[in-house]
T-cell receptor
């Protein structure tokens, strides 16, 4: 089975621009989550989707948004980019809608650099 | 083997020794715990998980121990190999939540 696929792997943007990141979960997985990883803050939860519905959202400003499509693929968008948005953005999927039944499986991330 | 009583950001281990990585979790309502391994340039890779109704779980060369009384989690790696060099994260899932809270991570370096 193919793992979680994230595109693109690397992105360089300038302040004020917006960016869209894409994630394809493991086949059959309906829950998709997004995390931001930085050296200073570690891994921080952004949001989680299940069957196209956002079930939980982390403590990030409204510039960060996401969505999930009917085929479980997901995108996240960051508008009005700031230097502090430079990070590794990780997408993860799990096989069930029940959080404590199965682990998250992560992709290799999109490295976003804001200049 | 090498062990860490409290969480330390780095751990240096001799190849062939056993490693113990510790983690303190924050929420007594957490019901599910996972250990991840992250190598340079890659996303976190699932190692082993444990539910709150268990104290111990074993996998291939790895054992996770859960002490709910003191909210402590540990990962033991037997016969540490060079390929075990990575950053290790513990994560907790709060009951009925849909997000994981991650620890700060421990960088394990295996000495030949």
């Amino acid at each position: 089975k193919a793992g979680v696929t994230q595109t693109p792997r690397y992105l360089i943007k300038t302040r004020g621009q917006q960016v869209t990141l894409s994630c394809s979960p493991i086949s059959g997985h309906r829950s998709v989550s997004w995390y931001q990883q930085t050296p200073g803050q570690g891994l921080q939860f952004l949001f989680e989707y299940f069957s196209e519905t956002q079930r939980n959202k982390g403590n990030f400003p409204g510039r960060f948004s996401g969505r999930q499509f009917s085929n479980s693929r997901s995108e996240m968008n960051v508008s009005t980019l700031e230097l502090g948005d430079s990070a590794l953005y990780l997408c993860a999927s799990r096989s069930t809608g029940v959080a404590y039944n199965s682990p998250l499986h992560f992709g290799n991330g999109t490295r976003l650099t804001v200049t | 083997g090498e062990s860490v009583g409290l969480h330390l950001p780095t751990l240096s281990v001799q190849e062939g020794d056993n490693s113990i990585i510790n983690c303190a979790y924050s929420n007594s309502a957490s019901d599910y715990f996972i250990w991840y391994k992250q190598e340079s340039g890659k996303g976190p890779q699932f190692i082993i998980d444990i539910r709150s109704n268990m104290d111990k779980r074993q996998g291939q060369r790895v054992t996770v121990l859960l002490n709910k009384t003191v909210k402590h989690l540990s990962l033991q790696i037997a016969a540490t190999q060079p390929g075990d060099s990575a950053v290790y994260f513990c994560a907790e899932n709060i009951r009925e939540g849909y997000k994981l809270s991650f620890g700060a991570g421990t960088t394990v370096t295996v000495r030949a």
